[in-house]
């Protein structure tokens, strides 16, 4: 499985991104996407994270209210929609897939074995 984020920019506080994660290969088996971010001096964050199949969803605290996280399975992506941007969202964003990944594993970074490049996302007026 190959992953390829994109949609990262420069966004002003307050404003919206959604950022996309293609993936190419098999989604076959308990199959599941997730992103993650990590700021300039920062560990990497998880975010939020789907299921391929029923579409169960886990979001961290930090981006519950604000990022949703949707699949459209034809094209085998993955999207991230973050509104009320602030400069604290700054940082790279990964996604992230694992077919052998199940609920309770769903925020922990380990769990997943494909990682995308990272796409910047930059909040600032």
């Known amino acids: 499985v190959q992953l390829q984020a994109s949609g990262g920019g420069l966004v002003q506080p307050g404003g919206s991104l959604r950022l996309s994660c293609a993936a190419s290969?098999?989604?076959?088996?308990?199959?599941?996407m997730g992103w993650f971010r990590q700021a300039p001096g920062k560990e990497r964050e998880f975010l939020a994270a789907i299921k391929w199949n029923g579409g169960s969803t886990v979001y961290s605290d930090s981006a519950k209210g604000r990022f949703t996280i949707s699949i459209q399975k034809a094209i085998k992506t993955a999207y991230l929609q973050m509104n009320s941007l602030k400069p604290e969202d700054t940082a790279v964003y990964y996604c992230?897939?694992?077919?052998?990944?199940?609920?309770?594993?769903?925020?922990?970074?380990?769990?997943?074995?494909?990682w995308g490049q990272g796409t910047l996302v930059t909040v600032s007026s």
């Open positions: 992230a897939a694992s077919n052998t990944i199940i609920t309770s594993t769903m925020a922990i970074e380990s769990a997943y074995k494909y």
């Open positions: 290969g098999s989604t076959a088996g308990s199959y599941a």
